[in-house]
């Protein structure tokens, strides 16, 4: 997938229902109220965090290509796509965004540090600048090395057959492969900038960067303990566990204890609004979210059947439909809704 | 043991570099020392050794983040495991570890701003620290090219650690300088050491351009004659890139290097001008720091340096290895009142003083709001707590006058007809009494010197992704 593709990707979802800044948020995986459940109510699930670094102008001068394509039409509201982007069909993906968060960049990291310190120590050469220095990625690195016995010939050979066969079996192209391969270092060969990789690719720098999240996410997703039990031990406390927030854990765990919303928001210090929040994140996350403390079931169906009528997930619509509605009311009630749609 | 030998046992050098011995004699006989050693000359073994032999830690107070981390990794690749940093990139986990075992580090790095916290004094209060180096001790000097505020605050420190010995470690440093290094620390009676600011076998050459255009063609000219690796240091990042560029389209292997890279990348482009893979870096002024290349021959500066001392600093990095390194300093019409209008745009100005003094404690919104620049920031958040307005404009006032004086220099540096190097050394109140044969325009070059481009003109190997593999990890 290639970056503009991923933004209209995204933008299909979005379309007459977000700003054209939405995506931006969503892309770099911002932990926000509103771009949490966005992610839940339109499904954006693999796109949220897969370029965590991106900057605004990057993404805009994207976004200006998509206008003078002809793919998007000026609207200072909402997204406003052309005929031509809606016949458009997006490519596959192999993008797990909401899975990883960001994480395969800690993994890729510990991966280079590894092997940059085999690729050294195999040919008997004792100094190097780390091409990692963070203090975090190298404790850990060092502390892996040292379980894994990393000096025995044997493992060196091992470590690089798992590399070798889970990175072939994987189903993307040869070149996708390389640029991941032209970003680890070693002894006497150094990694690539990403402009570099782009003269030699023809990709964009952005494109490459995107492609690289792609087979880290699908690569990350085909290790398993039993093929490859050294790579394994590289996704140590990088896949989310529970998909909510850490602050909604939190939240959670007060309320299941019997705070109120109200008390939780005072014991937390946090506004009533962030833990309101936390509950659609709950909602949307939680099959069984017993909603019935915060909204009776008429209201809740009331504004489910408007939102499907009307085929609008804009908070402003609704409520002029059911004034009685509180915001967070009609944000629950999306929620809920969500995938059972 | 004699300190040769430990030298020896320690670290398997045979001798001291110049400077070092006589440094490291005083601090172990307790003194303060003032040190100007020039980059490249092993300044961080002055603490190292004695911090072998003296009884508890020693802190180092470091201004530059970046340094911070190239220094806190150059120890360690030289062995030394009781090393920690503490500074605000450490996450809280890591915090909370770092605390707990401080007392067992032989070598603990700080930056200034840390050294203010409450909690971080009151953690340092509880150690035995034998020796405290003030790194880069230029930087305390407000009338200095780099002056950094908080560095002041080293000062407020010592009495909190029982006034233990000091050492104030720079590469550059005026006489004026070196007297503010001794009041703001407080050393009465320091042993001073400074070393010969001159690199006999750097040559100092100099290209004047009627026309900015000229200077590319004369520039993709020389890079296509002579031999490498060498830094052309250009005044922005767009125009390192350009160049860049400009050489690749030579078939000259080059990449740039700027602040607004991704540190990856970075960290790349350092790796493989070590390597060799590249011959020519162009960048700003961000390259330097962290690049332990010996054998750099040439430095371009393709725009003028803001200062003498920064200039200094950038040529040094060539010829560590002591064979004859060419620097060579561009300059077309309109070149210096570019660089005056970027020494003096760093100043704070009239409004940005009165909008500090105006918002009082809610500062930290004029800089996320764009009315108060970064560096002018920084500078007047320290005045502001100690001077009533009036005072601080008068200072910038006064600062406005040294900057001027800067650029002043700058401007000789381009125009002197006399020696080049006696024009750089009086800039440090030293004096030259040898000059070498090779020595600069006014003195005439020996260019036969400087190798001719040997190396045929680059090709990207395509490689496939399992013989990269194969190279990084091979049988």
Redesign the interface.
Known sequence: MLFHELILSVMKFLNFERTVSSPYHLIKGKKSGQTIQDVGYYRLHPFFSVLP?LEKPVYDQAVNELYTKGYLLENEEYIHLTEKALQWKPPSYNLDGWKYRGNEQIFFKRLSLI?QT??HV??REK?????Q????IQLWTRSYLQRIDFRQAEV?AR??HE??LS?AKLPIG?QQ??I???????F?????????IS??TDLNPMDAQLQMVETLHIWMDSLNAIEQPLLVGLLADLVQVSSLTDSAQRTLKLFSQGYSLQQIAELRKLQTSTIEDHFVELAMNDPHFNYLPFVGEELLKSIQTISSSQGTKRLRDIKIKVPDASYFQIRLSLAMKGDSQ | MNLQELLYSSYGYTSFRPGQEEIIEQVLKGRDVIALLPTGMGKSMCYQLPARLLKGSVLIVSPLLSLM?DQV?QLK?MGEKSVV?INS???PQ?KAEIWRSLHNFRFIFVSPEMLMQPFVKKQLQNLDISLVVADEAHCISQWGFDFRPDYLRIAEILPLLGNPQILALTATATAKVTEEIKSYLEIDEPFLYVHPMDRENIVYDRKKFEDPRDKIRWLLDFVGKYQGPGIIYAGTRKKSEELSSLLREQGISS?HYHGG??H??R??????F??G?LEWVCSTNAFGM?VHISNIRHVIHFHLPTSVEGYVQEVGRAGRDGEPALATLLHSPGDEGLMASMVLDDLPTRHEIEEVYRQGDAQDQLVSNGIVRETAYRVLSYWRTRLPMEGTIAQINMLQQQKMIQIEKMNRLVTTEGCIRKFIIECFDQELFDLPENCCLNHGIIYQEFHLRTQSASS?LK????E??N????R
């Open positions: 670094k092997i085999l690729s195999h040919q100094t190097f600048d780390p091409v220095n963070s203090e975090e060196y470590f690089k590399v070798e990175l040869d492969k390389l991941l391969t032209l970003r680890l270092s070693g006497g060969v150094s990694g690539l900038t990403w402009e570099q003269s030699l | 981390q990794a690749k940093a990139f450490a996450t890591e990449s890279m991704e990856q990348d960290i790349f482009v350092q790796q493989q070590q390597n893979e962290g990207t490689q496939s992704w399992q990269r593999l190279a990084l990890m091979p």
